[in-house]
């Protein structure tokens, strides 16, 4: 099942526009990431975020996260037509002996017009 | 680094056929984790393993499918008796324990049970 959703579904933005994706979630985390899907291929990893952390950043990605309102969001700044393709955030949960296995969003499908 | 890396990209089969999935991890990985991914959905747990262990199993994982990881290097992912419900992406992701919480995703098999 899925842990929380994306918001928005879809998102449609001029190059050189910033874009903001929000993660809602249900039960306590280890950490959180964000991945990005081209279409039919793999998934890429673009930044982890642990729960005792609230900001970090990497090259143009900016990414929060509150513990008390289990969410997170995505700022993309200054996109390209590259940054085109489905982004997901995933939750990670460490039970008993171990697992940290990943529970995905629904994604958010941007697309970045030239 | 060459990456996770999947065996086959695709495939395709008739239903009640069997197929077999083969996951290469990142070298030195002892997690390695198979996902579901069905068209417009994020990738659902399934499996994972630490070293050749199976520690855990997703109710996903009907008996029909079945996951090995004999030397703790390489996966394989089987499904029995196919169904056209079976028809999704497979993707497999690996990481290290002790060092990162950064799961590293493969290509993924895309398989059309017709």
């Known amino acids: 099942s899925q842990q929380g959703e994306e918001d928005p579904q879809a998102l449609s933005i001029q190059e050189g526009e910033n874009a903001t994706m929000n993660c809602s979630y249900k039960?306590?985390?280890?950490?959180l990431q964000w991945y990005r899907q081209n279409s039919g291929r793999g998934l890429v990893h673009l930044i982890l975020?642990?729960?005792?952390?609230r900001e970090k950043h990497s090259g143009r990605l900016r990414v929060t996260l509150d513990t008390s309102k289990k969410s997170s969001s995505l700022l993309i700044t200054a996109s390209r037509a590259a940054d085109t393709a489905s982004y997901f955030c995933?939750?990670?949960?460490?039970?008993?002996?171990?697992?940290?296995?990943?529970?995905f969003g629904t994604g958010t499908q941007l697309k970045v017009e030239l | 680094d060459t990456g996770v890396s999947q065996d086959p990209r695709h495939k395709i089969t008739k239903r009640g056929q069997n197929v077999t999935f083969r996951c290469d991890p990142i070298s030195e990985h002892n997690r390695l984790y198979w996902y579901r991914q069905t068209l417009g959905q994020g990738p659902e747990f399934l499996t994972y393993f630490q070293n050749e262990a199976q520690l855990e199993k997703s109710r996903l994982l009907s008996d029909r499918f079945s996951a090995e990881r004999p030397k703790g290097s390489f996966s394989t992912l089987e499904i029995q008796r196919t169904e056209q419900g079976d028809s999704a992406m497979y993707l497999c992701?690996?990481?290290?324990?002790?060092?990162?919480?950064?799961?590293?995703f493969g290509p993924g098999t895309r398989l059309t049970v017709l």
């Open positions: 039960t306590s985390i280890n950490n």
């Open positions: 975020i642990r729960s005792n952390e």
């Open positions: 992701a690996s990481t290290v324990t002790g060092r990162t919480d950064t799961q590293y």
């Open positions: 995933a939750t990670a949960h460490e039970r008993g002996g171990g697992g940290n296995k990943l529970t």
